[in-house]
């Protein structure tokens, strides 16, 4: 029914092997998250007892969407998945990409989560500059289809859409694309050409569906712009001020 590993670090080789159970619990909460419906048990012995922990996400990233936002999301959680096939390179082999996805929006929680075959992607790689792709292009267009900027403005950015999200990735792949041996981040062209393209068409598809979210959407994007703009403009002035003393 399974396997049973025992593992000892090498004092030589590690030099402290006090290991925290925080980071086990994190890893393992991690785990339970993008491997829905597993529980993953946490045994640790303190003293001559053992104390155990279990994890458990019958939904998966859906739900840990919903324990991250909480009660403050202003639009309905929203969760997508789509299969994809191509390649990095002519001389590559095909890959097939499944893409899993769940996100909100709110007004007091900001948060993003990368995951890559199992993998918390730490630094990202090329889902993140998918979502900041994806995300920019499509609420830029709905943007200016609806005449929401005022003359002149300039358009937004990431940081603007990213102030108000609440998202997270679960990715899994048939070829392994992962920068280095760390796994912390994934480098794949294909991967981020077919999840940039993922998001444009299922936010356009969103923003036709859910019209009334999509405006209080759009509307927070544009504030957190024009805030950070605000703030931006007065750093500068408060530097110049200073500078002329």
């Known amino acids: 029914t399974g396997s049973l590993f025992h593992w000892k670090p090498d004092k030589n080789v590690f030099t402290d092997i006090n290991i925290p159970a925080e980071y086990y619990r ?15 048990r946490f045994r640790n012995q303190v003293g001559n007892k053992f104390e155990t922990e279990e994890y458990l996400y019958m939904d998966g990233i859906k739900q840990y969407l919903d ?3 909480g009660d403050n999301s202003f639009t309905m959680p929203v969760f997508w998945e ?17 893409i899993t996805t769940s996100f909100c929006f709110s007004k007091s929680v900001s948060h993003i989560e990368y995951y890559h075959n199992s993998s918390w992607l730490e630094h990202g790689g090329s889902p993140d500059r998918a979502v ?42 048939t070829i392994g694309c992962f920068e280095n041996q760390t796994k912390k981040s994934v480098n794949s062209k294909f991967t981020q050409e077919a999840m940039t ?10 923003f036709i569906e859910n019209k009334q979210e999509a405006e209080k959407a759009a509307e927070q994007v544009l ?23």
Do not use: H
Request: glycine letters at 2%; aromatic letters at 10%.
């Open 26 to 40: 994190d890893v393992l909460r991690r785990q339970a998250v993008v491997n829905k419906g597993i529980t993953f």
């Open 67 to 69: 324990e991250l936002a």
């Open 82 to 98: 789509a299969e994809r096939r191509g390649r990095d390179a002519d001389n590559r082999p095909e890959m097939k990409l499944k």
């Open 132 to 173: 900041r792709a994806g995300f920019v292009a499509a609420f830029d267009k709905f943007l200016r289809d609806n005449n929401k900027y005022t003359k002149n403005e300039n358009k937004i950015i990431f940081q603007d859409v990213q102030d108000s999200l609440v998202l997270i990735t679960n990715c899994f792949s």
């Open 197 to 206: 393209s993922f998001f444009k068409e299922k936010l356009q598809i969103w």
């Open 223 to 245: 504030i957190n712009k024009r805030a950070r703009e605000s703030a931006e403009k007065a750093k500068s002035n408060v530097k110049k001020n200073l500078t002329a003393k």
